[in-house]
Each structure stands twice: as structure tokens, then as C-alpha cells.
């Protein structure tokens, strides 16, 4: 089951700050971050392992709260470079799947 | 480094025909997925490999077929081609388990089927 992201979209002007939120239905044991530019492959952002951990990219970051089955982005200070696709990447046991939400349309204006 | 190579990058095919798109990767990963994107769906798992001559089914594994005779390539196939396979498909390689590392993907085949 895929996790599940909101907003769906928004719009940024440069400069303004973000929050994309990620949760599961399912315990999580880890979360991955992903952007994705129109006809590109997705780039990993970073991973945030079971514990609760706080990850920084720049002045993008991200939390993991294990109880709530939830994981938030935080984009800071948006850039026009930050546009794009996020997706937020589960997974909910040992195996090796990786399973992602419907993602984020993220737009930043001038 | 090459990374992770898709072939081909596009393809139309015909309800009824077959195909096989390949994955190569030179980075000596042991996990490698294959993905369909399509429009508001985000990316769904197909099938993925732990191994050389392993695989997996992932979320939407049906009309599909796959094998990793050889570590470095991953194939998937399609027996019969339906319209609804109309994607998007992006192959990915990771050298760790998905729960602890980041996945390396290629540039995508886009398919159409008519």
C-alpha cells in the first residue's frame, strides 16, 4: 500500500518555506526522500532510518517520527531549483521493497 | 561510470506484441527494481531482485515477467502488451538493502501501447 503525501501541490514564491508531509498505514522502518525534475530520473534526497532521527540536505531537512508512521520535508528558503517532484519512499519491514507516495508537485516562482 | 543504462528509451508497440526492456548497471549492485510511473500514481514497484538469479514480485507485478541471470542486468518483460502498460518505466540499483540505502535509477523507457 502506497504511503500517502500531502499537499499534492503547491506554489512557492522564491525565498518562502515548505512543509511535504509522508505517512503510512503500516509501521515504518525507514523513509526515503526523492525529487523528481520533469522528464528526469527522481535523485535521492536522503534516508531517515526507525529512531526518530532529524536528517539536513542544505536547507532542505526532513524528521521521522516512528509512533505517528509519519515523515515531513522541510524546505527552507526555497529556491528556484528546488521545483519538482518530491517523492517520499517507505519501507515498512525488512524486506527489500520500496514502496512510494503519489508525490508532491512542488513549484517555486519568482 | 555509465550508472544505471535503460534500453530502449522509447518503444510503441501494438496490443499483442512482446518486448523486453533491459537494465544494465556497472556499479556491482546486488538490489535492482524496476518502477512504472504513470500520471498521478507516483512510482510503482514491478518486480525487484536481491541477487543474481532471484527476483521479486513488487506491487503491481501482473503482465510482467523478469529475470537477473547476470548481476549487472535486470530484464522485464511484457508476454503480451496492453494499452494499460502505457508508462513510464524506470529501473533502479541499490547496493544495500532498500531500507538502508539509496536507490540509483536510470532515465526511464517511455513505452506506448496501441
Known amino acids: 500500500q502506497q504511503p500517502v503525501q500531502s499537499p499534492q501541490a503547491v506554489i512557492l514564491r522564491e525565498g518562502e518555506d515548505a512543509v511535504i508531509n509522508c505517512s503510512s498505514s503500516?509501521?515504518?522502518?525507514?523513509v526515503h526522500w526523492y525529487r523528481q525534475k520533469h522528464g528526469e530520473a527522481p535523485v535521492f534526497l536522503m534516508i531517515?532510518?526507525?529512531?526518530?532521527e532529524q536528517k539536513g540536505h542544505d536547507k532542505i531537512s526532513a524528521s521521522f517520527n516512528e509512533k505517528k508512521q509519519q515523515s515531513s520535508l522541510y524546505l527552507t528558503a526555497s529556491q528556484l531549483s528546488y521545483s519538482g517532484t518530491y517523492f517520499c519512499g517507505a519501507v515498512t519491514g525488512t524486506a527489500s521493497k520500496l514502496t512510494f507516495g503519489t508525490g508532491t508537485r512542488l513549484q517555486v516562482t519568482l | 561510470n555509465a550508472g544505471v543504462t535503460q534500453t530502449p528509451k522509447f518503444r510503441v508497440l501494438k496490443t499483442g506484441q512482446s518486448m523486453t526492456l533491459l537494465c544494465a548497471q556497472d556499479?556491482?549492485?546486488?538490489?535492482m527494481y524496476w518502477y512504472r510511473q504513470d500520471p498521478g500514481m507516483g512510482l510503482r514497484l514491478i518486480h525487484y531482485?536481491?541477487?543474481?538469479?532471484?527476483?521479486a514480485k513488487g506491487e503491481v507485478p501482473d503482465g510482467y515477467n523478469v529475470s537477473r541471470l547476470k548481476k549487472q542486468n535486470f530484464l522485464l518483460g511484457l508476454e503480451s502488451a496492453a494499452p494499460s502498460q502505457t508508462s513510464v518505466y524506470f529501473c533502479?540499483?541499490?547496493?544495500?538493502?532498500?531500507?538502508?540505502?539509496?536507490?540509483?535509477f536510470g532515465e526511464g523507457s517511455r513505452l506506448t501501447v496501441l
Open positions: 531482485s536481491v541477487g543474481e538469479g532471484t527476483t
Open positions: 503500516k509501521a515504518l522502518y525507514s
Open positions: 556499479m556491482n549492485h546486488e538490489y
Open positions: 531517515l532510518l526507525k529512531g526518530g
Open positions: 533502479a540499483s541499490s547496493p544495500f538493502r532498500s531500507n538502508t540505502g539509496e536507490l540509483f
